[in-house]
């Protein structure tokens, strides 16, 4: 695990960049002006948003003829999840070891 | 204090885990402040200053080392801190993400209810040293 993680959850923070991940999943790869068509946001914001996504790993692009176009890299997204059962899991034997010593303290 | 948590979706990433502990929440503070208690409890050499900007450093049983600093300490009820984890040591030490924990005690009939939030930040809002 790396600092990637929160860079993941960062870019999954905006609601239109989950939008964009929707319609890559949906669609398959696309250019960034026939996600402009399909969401209600201008082509300038989508180019924003995909750069966003692919900072963090979650989308990636390639050069096709004369238009670029991005696709879903799922990779770092299983990670981020995977970060949070790690940690969910850490917290639940922490608790459990603090339950016992607080109520071992009690006697 | 960082941006509001708004709780839509969950895309945070913040991972939230409680329990009841019997005993007042005086008794838990020190339980989650003093370092001969953390020792038996947190599963790592835990020691915090719990006052705003205070030092958090941790040893785990594996090497690792944890540095970060105290954001928030209200006893017996809020104590938040920011660290982040640096695995192995010198040159090959890789620093891994770091983290923003909460805990939010909260006094109920037959003792105390303790409620942890951990979730990423970026490196750069972590503050302090390292």
Known sequence: LTGRVDAVF?????????QVIRCLSRDGPVTATELADRLPVS?????????????????????????????LTPGPM????GWMTDVGADW??????????VAGQRR | MGKSATPRLRMTGAVTRSVE???????????????????????????????????????????????????????????VFRWRRIEGAGFAARVRSATRVEFVLEPTEVGTTVRVTEQPIELASLGGSG
């Not at chain 1, 995909?50 to 004369?66: I, K, N």
């Not at chain 1, 639940?92 to 010593?101: F, P, V």
């Not at chain 2, 947190?42 to 200053?49: P, T």
């Open chain 2, 21 to 79: 502990l019997p005993a007042d929440a005086d008794a838990v503070w020190l339980a989650l402040t003093e370092r001969d208690q953390l020792r038996r409890w947190f599963g790592a050499d835990l020691v915090l200053d719990p006052r705003p900007g205070g030092d958090v450093r941790a040893t785990w049983p594996s090497g690792d080392r944890s540095v970060g600093s105290v954001e928030a300490a209200i006893a017996p009820r809020h104590l």
């Open chain 1, 10 to 18: 960062a870019a999954l923070s905006d609601p239109t960049r989950r």
């Open chain 1, 78 to 81: 299983r990670e981020a999840m």
């Open chain 1, 92 to 101: 639940d034997d922490r608790l459990d070891s603090l339950r016992r010593h």
């Open chain 1, 43 to 71: 082509r300038q914001a989508i180019a924003k948003h995909l750069a966003s996504l692919e900072e963090a790993g979650l989308v990636a692009s390639s050069l096709q003829g004369r238009s670029r176009r991005f696709r």
